[in-house]
């Protein structure tokens, strides 16, 4: 059965760091690109950051470039999201996704995404 699981959530004020992992299983890790979305109440869910299959290439959304680096260990069939110098903006559910190819090509659209994690909660406040 395959399954996407999100953890490392949580309360951090702001400038914190946090490291999200999405554990996978029921499928080949290697063969597909893993994007993290994120869903702030009220909101539409956007794209935060996608890894290619081998991890050669990513990608960020602009309010996250520069703070948020998505990594991956095949191996492990994990997938991480290290956020650092959070701010109250970045407050929001968290989920990871599998591509249903082993490229990027950009964030979205969600329906390239064929399966998810239930995601994590990340709040920043002080």
């Known amino acids: 059965q395959l399954q996407l699981v999100e953890s490392g959530g949580g309360l951090v004020q702001p400038g914190g760091s946090l490291r999200l992992s999405c554990a996978t299983s029921?499928?080949?890790?290697?063969?597909?690109?893993i994007g993290w979305f994120r869903q702030a109440p009220g909101k539409e869910r956007e794209g935060v950051s996608c890894?290619?299959?081998?991890?050669?290439?990513?990608n960020y959304a602009d309010s996250v470039k520069g703070r948020f680096t998505i990594s991956r260990d095949n191996a492990k069939n994990t997938v991480y999201l290290q956020m650092a110098s959070l701010k109250p903006e970045d407050t929001a559910v968290y989920y990871c996704?599998?591509?249903?190819?082993?490229?990027?090509?950009?964030?979205?659209?969600?329906?390239?995404?064929?399966?998810w994690g239930q995601g994590t909660q990340v709040t920043v406040s002080s």
């Open positions: 996704a599998k591509r249903s190819s082993s490229f990027c090509a950009g964030l979205g659209p969600t329906s390239r995404y064929d399966s």
């Open positions: 029921g499928f080949t890790l290697a063969d597909y690109a």
């Open positions: 890894i290619n299959s081998s991890g050669g290439y990513t």
